[in-house]
Every structure is written in structure tokens, then in C-alpha cells.
């Protein structure tokens, strides 16, 4: 009778023994934590492209044979949740890309951040080569992301290129997803994250780092580089357009998206007839900026009302206008990371002055900034595509 309750205890004992044991010699699974935003809604393989095919693009990227592709790259496009410029749920698409490496180690991830697009289908998701910046750094050994843009791919929001908040949300939200598709997937990834943008891309990625100094999420930049980017959107007073345009698609994209968004009659007071009636037609997203150029006149008296060639800095015409880049201005965003600028004098779009201006701000306030001012080249891809390269090999030291 007085065995019974001390065999009852030595059982108890026994049942514990058993439990513990293994839960001491097994290490529990790190919990993959839900992100913040960018949760991935569908994730569809675009298959591989091989270091032979990524090599034989040099040429027509303008890419010095001195890069060597290193890995094949595995290439997904995605569609996840993010948010519009007013806060309400929307979807974005982007691409990811993966190196296959052969080995365990844990990958750096870059995100890239292309320029100007008007052609909603000319990105990423649609065709891999639209990111290039992805794809490049991921022959390298990064693991990479490329946004389309909210607006553009199969996002139904209106694309809107300087809108900061809009251009940021898209971009961290893919980061932010991604991280945790990789951690759910078993893709190993350690802390290190990197911007890479070109042209609007360089707006972005200030736009990112703007995010993130009010917003922080599970993640930091580790160092960013600027290529060919703007950032000071302000409109002087004394600002006089060209008599000749550069893009002329381009020099009415970004007035056209902020007509359609915020109804400012803008297009009536700022663009003369016959080219003002056209505008609906050729911003449709079917078309790319190249083909709604030749519908235009790059001829600035003939594109433009003289209340726009006279007075677009101080006319009550474009008061709004005025405003609303003001306040999606970047010229005073200081990233918590390094960052290197790199810019042609010669770039006939976007002024070199906004990268050497952004360059002395960084540096007067605190933050850390280098820059590379190319004598020569142009502002299309090719001529920026040995920088690239130079900014891929830039961030490796930061790894």
C-alpha cells in the first residue's frame, strides 16, 4: 500500500524525463514573424537564365567584359500587398531573383529601382531583362528584388513616379515580403540590404530611406548607390523649359499622372492644341515613351502655352502643380547608410547638380555620403551600364 504512491511519482518523473529529453536535444525552428506589409499574394517561376546568356548581354547593355557572371539566376515574378498614396490596400507586381550559388551560405539582398517606365507591361514581372539591375547583382551572388512600381504591371493604382510615399511603400513592402518568403522557403538570407536605383530609381531608393527614417520596419539599409537619380523636384521661380526636350514623353508624364490624380485642369492651361487632345490616348500605358514621343514635338513654343514657357515658376496657372512637387521634394533626406552618387556632366535629362547637391547636403547633415562624376555619356541605360557594375562592386564592401 505505501509503494503505490511513491511508483505513481517515480512514473510522473519518468513521463517528464521522456518529454524533456527531446525538447532539449532538438533546436526549435526560428518562427518566420509576418511582415508588416508586402505579404506575397502569388508567386509564379519565369524559369532560369543562365551565366552564358546573362555574359552574352554585355554587349547590348553596354557592359564591360571585365563582368563575369558568376551563378545562373532563378527568376520569379510576384504580385503582393502594399498600399496607395492614400493608405487604402492595393497590389503591386515585381520579379525576384535568386542566384543559384550551389551552397547554403546566407545571401546579401539588393534591391533594384528602375527608371522611368510609361508602358505599364516594360517591367520586371513582364520581362526579367527590364531588371537588370536585379539581374546583374543576382549573377554576382545577391539575392534580388525589383518593384515594378505601383501602377505599373498588373497593379491597377494610378502610377504616379514622384510621389514619395507611393514610390517608397512599393519598394519596402517587396523587401519587407520578400524576407519573409525567404524565411518560410528556406532561402537563406543574413541582414544586409542594399538600393540600387537608376534614373527615377535614384528618387526611389531617397524615397525609400525617407520611408524608413519615419517608418522603420524589420529591416535597415546597409549602403545605397544613386545612379543618374533626381531628388529636388522644386520649382524655382526663375525656372525656364528648354527650347528643345530632351524626352518630350517624358517632360509631360509626370504633370499628366498628377492631372489624372488630383484634377488640376493642368493639361489645358500648360500643353497647346493639337498635342493636348492627343494626351489621353497616348498615357494609356499600352504605349512606351518612345512612341508617344514621335506623336509629340520635342519643340517646346510648339508643345507648350506661353503661360508655361513664361511663367511655370510663378503663374497662379500652376500654383497646385507647384505644391505638389514641393512636397514630394527629396533634397532634404538624409540616409542613416552610405551612399555613393554617380552622374555624367554630360547627362542631357537629369541635371548633375542634383546629385552633387544631394552629395553636400548628406554630408553637411550628419550623414555619409561619396560620389563619381563621369566627364562624358549620355542619360540612356547603356551609357550608365559600366556604373552599375562600378556600384555592384561598391556595395560588396559592405557586406
Not at 103 to 122: A, E, F, V
Not at 177 to 182: E, K, L, M, S, V
Request: aromatic share 10%.
Amino acid at each position: 500500500m505505501e509503494r503505490q504512491p511513491y511508483l505513481k511519482i517515480l512514473q510522473l518523473l519518468w513521463v517528464i524525463i521522456i518529454l524533456f529529453i527531446p525538447a532539449c536535444g532538438d533546436k526549435p525552428e526560428e518562427s518566420c514573424v509576418d511582415p508588416t506589409g508586402g505579404q506575397f499574394i502569388e508567386v509564379r517561376s519565369m524559369g532560369t537564365i543562365d551565366t552564358k546568356f546573362i555574359n552574352d548581354l554585355r554587349p547590348s547593355f553596354g557592359i564591360p567584359e571585365t563582368f563575369i557572371a558568376q551563378f545562373d539566376v532563378e527568376v520569379f515574378a510576384v504580385t503582393y500587398a502594399t498600399t496607395d498614396p492614400d493608405g487604402k490596400e492595393a497590389t503591386a507586381t515585381g520579379a525576384i531573383y535568386i542566384p543559384k550559388t550551389g551552397n547554403s551560405d546566407p545571401l546579401s539582398l539588393l534591391s533594384g529601382q528602375h527608371g522611368l517606365t510609361i508602358k505599364k507591361r516594360d517591367v520586371p514581372s513582364t520581362l526579367p531583362l527590364y531588371g537588370y539591375l536585379g539581374l546583374f547583382g543576382a549573377a554576382t551572388g545577391y539575392a534580388s528584388v525589383q518593384a515594378d512600381y505601383l501602377g505599373l504591371g498588373n497593379s491597377d493604382t494610378q502610377n504616379q513616379p514622384v510621389n514619395q510615399k507611393a514610390s517608397a511603400m512599393a519598394v519596402v513592402d517587396l523587401i519587407e515580403g520578400f524576407r519573409h518568403y525567404a524565411c518560410e522557403n528556406d532561402i537563406p538570407l543574413n541582414e544586409n540590404v542594399f538600393l540600387l536605383g537608376y534614373s527615377n530609381g535614384g528618387y526611389v531608393s531617397m524615397a525609400v530611406h525617407h520611408e524608413l527614417n519615419k517608418n522603420p520596419r524589420s529591416f535597415e539599409i546597409k549602403a545605397s548607390v544613386m545612379v543618374a537619380g533626381y531628388f529636388d523636384i522644386t520649382v524655382a521661380e526663375t525656372v525656364q523649359i528648354a527650347d528643345t526636350l530632351y524626352r518630350p514623353a517624358w517632360a509631360l508624364y509626370t504633370p499628366f499622372m498628377y492631372d489624372q490624380q488630383y484634377k488640376l485642369g493642368l493639361m489645358d492651361k500648360m500643353v497647346k492644341s493639337p498635342y493636348r487632345e492627343k494626351l489621353n490616348d497616348l498615357f494609356t500605358g499600352e504605349k512606351d515613351g518612345s512612341e508617344i514621343d514621335r506623336a509629340l514635338t520635342p519643340i517646346s513654343k510648339n508643345l507648350f502655352t506661353d503661360a508655361a514657357l513664361t511663367g511655370f515658376g510663378t503663374h497662379s496657372d500652376f500654383a497646385s502643380y507647384r505644391k505638389a512637387l514641393s512636397d514630394n521634394s527629396l533634397n532634404e533626406v538624409v540616409p542613416k547608410s552610405p551612399v555613393l552618387f554617380i552622374h555624367s556632366k554630360e547627362d542631357g535629362a537629369v541635371d548633375f547638380e542634383q546629385s552633387v547637391n544631394m552629395h553636400a547636403y548628406i554630408n553637411a547633415h550628419g550623414g555619409t555620403a561619396s560620389m563619381t562624376l563621369l566627364e562624358t555619356g549620355g542619360h540612356e541605360p547603356a551609357a550608365y551600364s559600366p556604373s552599375v557594375i562600378q556600384a555592384i562592386d561598391w556595395l560588396k564592401q559592405y557586406e
